[in-house]
């Protein structure tokens, strides 16, 4: 018995696969299924490492940026019979949550909202007062590649995002005025509180909306200019794993009790990672079609093929050789079609998600500028990573579908009657 796909099947079935139209072969055919394959396995690659790219860029700007788990306070009456929201214990209360396992950080905030103005421009900011140290440590932040300005000097004045630094049209040395509505009472009513600070410090953290409206301040003046002497309005919190840090929320609690609330970045960022989920299954499925129909023009080619190679198949039968070895030689034309295929559209996926940066520069300089915007899409450029389970499974999808499909062409070529394919010859 011949063993499956013994070394003649394989030179039969190349053979064919390279037979010019006038020798019956169907090279055109395989040329356009063999680039209908790759462009559809180059797409599927392509969109899943920008899909990852993506993924990873947004998790990473706001773990970077953003504190994994804020702690809030709840609302509290103090001896005037007013209501107070703030950690008036919040050096002990920092101390306590440093020390639960898993936490990495954890730092007082004042928070507050100002019109930042500047040479005639105006912009909203969102105030983060922090002490120096603790700005320092926050990755994206105090740690950034693209900053300008020293933290050194932050307690002379005030660090401001890239984004609204621009707007404003301010560097490192000039001055801007922050406005707040809630100054203090008057015959007149409320006035607003109004203090000119030096700019000291500028840092891009990656993410636009963070870098246009955000503004770090020294604690203390963040105290003082706040009018919150002796709170903090809640404290930041960086884990070790922040995939996993509803393990932290029971220990954290403990901690903070009783006047401690949490909130992770999952909850705040939740409805976002889910629309990226269904957005990421939904491309997936679409693209999967796109495979489908590249592999169902090996069908077609086959169909030719085979009623193109009725005479060498009956000469084959009548040889001796076995509707299994027939059909094998059939399945691997469809296969080896279906395998370069694969193989080239890989190789162009991988080079795109790893030559992503020049490619799309490219296209945005021929296009004239002005194709990636990120106060719409949030980050700055088109990013992709390559992961080994993303390559795997389009592999796993356009081989499969090959293989799948060229078995039933392959069937109806060993099926054929030697007599009916020679009774004309």
Known sequence: M?????????????????????????SVMTWITLLGITLAVFALVATLAVRAGFRAEFVDTILGA???????????????????????????????????????????????QVMVSAFDQVAAGDVYGMAQADLAE????????????????FDKGIALGSELARSLGVAVGDKVKLISPNGPKTAFGQAPRVKV???????????????????????????????????????????????????????????????GNLWTWKQSSGNFLRALTVEDN?????????????????????????????RDIGILRTMGLTEGSVLRVFFLCGAFTGTIGTVLGLGLGCLFALYI?????????????????????????????????????????????????????????????????????
């Not at 011949?2 to 072969?25: N, V």
């Not at 590249?294 to 093929?305: F, Q």
């Not at 999808?397 to 499909?405: D, F, K, P, R």
């Open 357 to 425: 940066d020049p490619i799309f520069s490219f296209i945005n300089y021929w296009s004239g500028g002005g194709v990636w915007d990120p106060s719409i899409r949030g980050i700055y450029n088109l990013p992709a990573k390559l992961q080994a389970q993303d390559v795997g499974s389009a592999a796993a999808l356009a081989l499969g579908l090959s293989y799948v499909i060229t078995i039933f062409p392959a069937r109806r070529a060993a099926r054929m009657n030697p007599v009916e394919a020679l009774r004309h010859e």
């Open 66 to 112: 953003n504190a994994h788990v804020t702690v809030y306070p709840s609302g509290q009456v103090d001896g005037n019979g007013n209501m107070v929201k703030g950690f008036t214990d919040y050096d002990a209360m920092t101390a306590r949550i440093r020390a639960v396992p898993g936490v990495t950080y954890a730092a007082p905030m004042v928070r507050g």
């Open 282 to 310: 939904v491309m997936f499925v679409i693209l999967s079609i796109l495979v489908l129909i590249a592999t169902l023009n090996i069908v077609s080619g086959l169909i030719m093929l085979v009623k193109n190679k009725g």
């Open 138 to 153: 926050l990755p994206r932040i105090g740690k950034g590649t693209k900053a300008q300005g020293s933290l050194d000097d």
């Open 197 to 259: 600070y030096p700019v000291v410090y500028i840092f891009t953290a990656g993410r636009y909306d963070i870098d246009k409206i955000r503004v770090y301040m020294p604690f203390t003046e963040a105290q003082s200019f706040f009018d919150r002497e002796g709170m903090a309005d809640e404290i930041e919190v960086m884990t070790a794993d922040p995939d996993h840090v509803e393990a932290l929320n029971d220990p954290l609690l403990a901690a903070t009790s009783p006047n």
């Open 2 to 26: 011949t063993r499956p796909f013994a070394a003649f099947e394989f030179l039969i079935a190349w053979r064919y696969l390279r037979a010019r139209r006038a020798e019956g072969g169907v």
